[in-house]
């Protein structure tokens, strides 16, 4: 059974850094393109970030371009996002979320997500 | 920056069709994905490819593209199908979009 499970969430006051965890299971990690997806109480759904399956390419949104850094550890199964600076508006729950492979083949979108870690910012 | 644009709600009856559309510009160079989110639960990916669907996937939901419009139907709308649906693509950086969002209420 494919499983995402976020981690290290949390209240932090603005200007603070938070390090973010997803632990995979139940399918080749390494073949897969990962993503960081955030969703603001209330609000829509909102990309931050992608890295390609080997962890050579890394993709921002232009809203945490330069404070946040995604990464990866295959041989962990395991998926990052370093949160620094953060403001208040960064404020949300973070999903990670794996590429949609099927067949040997990959298509882009997301089939998998975890449960999501709460992320809150404020002094 | 690339936008998509979504209606912020549609509403229909049981057994009824649903469609659901989404504009952006680079959509007829770029494929779209359609998701659905339940309250207080993660997005489910329906559409991916502009119109193919994953395996476990009712049939009732399909997907279309048309220049700059993607449209998502579902067919036959049951309650459990209300919830808020999300389509998203990417520009040609490798970056990603998602539209803002379509609440689809059942009467």
Not at chain 1, 37 to 55: D, M
Not at chain 2, 65 to 83: F, K, N, R, Y
Request: charged letters at 15%.
């Amino acid at each position: 059974e494919v499983q995402l499970v976020e981690s290290g969430g949390g209240l932090v006051q603005p200007g603070g850094s938070l390090r973010l965890s997803c632990a995979a299971s139940g399918f080749t990690f390494s073949r897969h393109e990962m993503n960081w997806v955030r969703q603001a109480p209330g609000k829509g759904l909102e990309w931050v970030s992608s890295i390609n399956s080997g962890g050579s390419a890394m993709y921002y949104a232009d809203s945490v371009k330069g404070r946040f850094t995604i990464s990866r550890d295959n041989a962990k199964n395991s998926l990052y996002l370093q949160m620094n600076s953060l403001r208040a508006e960064d404020a949300a729950v973070y999903y990670c979320a794996r590429e949609y492979c099927s067949g040997g083949s990959c298509y882009g979108g997301s089939d998998y997500w975890g449960q999501g870690t709460l992320v809150t910012v404020s002094s | 920056s690339y936008e998509l644009t979504q209606p912020p709600s549609v509403s229909v009856s049981p057994g009824q069709t649903a469609r659901i559309t989404c504009s952006g510009d680079a959509l007829p160079k770029q494929y779209a994905y359609w998701y659905q989110q339940k309250p207080g639960q993660a997005p489910v990916l329906l559409i991916y490819k502009d119109s193919e669907r994953p395996s476990g996937i009712p049939e009732r939901f399909s997907g279309s593209s048309s220049g700059t419009t993607v449209t998502l139907t579902i067919s036959g709308v049951q309650a459990e199908d209300e919830a808020d649906y999300y389509c998203q693509s990417a520009d040609s950086s490798g970056t990603w979009v998602f539209g803002g969002g379509t609440k689809l209420t059942v009467l």
